[in-house]
Structures are given as structure tokens and as C-alpha cells.
Nanobody, 125 residues
Framework: QVQMMESGGGSVQVGGSLRLSCATS????????LGWFRQVPPKAQEAVAA???????TYADSVKGRFTISKDKSANTFFLQMNNVTPEDAAIYHC???????????????????YGQGTQVSVSS
């Protein structure tokens, strides 16, 4: 079992920025596909971004150019920097991870095996 713990959610104004963090294991941060997905119940979850073990990042079209996924190996933590936030970005954000030695893209995030409880992001006008 890989532990995943999100933090950093909260309320942000339209056009503002927020950084989400996900603490995980030392092995996962270096070797796993890392990603973020979001959900507005009862809608289906929506994959947002992925960072594979080779350092390649990919994004859903809805967030491309606004969100950035990155990691800090020394802290066993990866991040989702959210800029120019819109009302459509309001959701529960979950971090996710899984072993994918061939690499991964944002399309794979919804199938990653390990994920956290989520952190709420609210957007106000």
C-alpha cells in the first residue's frame, strides 16, 4: 500500500493561484507515475495531470497552460500548481500514483491504483 496525503486545498478567487501538495513514499516519488484527478460528485472523476518517472508531464486540455505538476524528491512530495483558476476548477482534488515503468500520460491517471482522500478546492468570484 502506498500512502498518499493531499494538502493545500481551500478557497481561491477566480484568476488566482493555489498549490496542492501530495506527500507519498520515497520509492513512489522516484519510480511511480504520479498524477492528479478531480471530482465534483456525482460526476465522474476527471484526470488533470501526470508526471511519469522519467520526468515527462502531460495535461488535460482543460488545464493545459494553467496547471503545472512537479515534484520534490527530497521531500517525497509532488505538487499541482494551479494558476488563473476558473469556476470550473472547483472540485475535490486527489493525488494518485502507480508503478508504470513504460511511462504514463494524463490519460492514465484515472486508472492509477493508489490515491489519497482528496482536498477541496473552492473558487469564488
Amino acid at each position: 500500500q502506498v500512502q498518499m496525503m493531499e494538502s493545500g486545498g481551500g478557497s481561491v478567487q477566480v484568476g488566482g493561484s493555489l498549490r496542492l501538495s501530495c506527500a507519498t513514499s520515497e520509492y513512489a516519488i522516484s519510480n511511480y507515475c504520479l498524477g492528479w484527478f478531480r471530482q465534483v460528485p456525482p460526476k465522474a472523476q476527471e484526470a488533470v495531470a501526470a508526471l511519469d518517472s522519467r520526468g515527462r508531464t502531460t495535461y488535460a486540455d482543460s488545464v493545459k497552460g494553467r496547471f503545472t505538476i512537479s515534484k520534490d524528491k527530497s521531500a517525497n512530495t509532488f505538487f499541482l500548481q494551479m494558476n488563473n483558476v476558473t469556476p470550473e476548477d472547483a472540485a475535490i482534488y486527489h493525488c494518485a500514483a502507480d508503478y508504470r515503468p513504460s511511462g504514463c500520460t494524463w490519460h492514465d491517471v484515472n486508472s492509477l491504483a493508489y490515491y489519497g482522500q482528496g482536498t477541496q478546492v473552492s473558487v469564488s468570484s
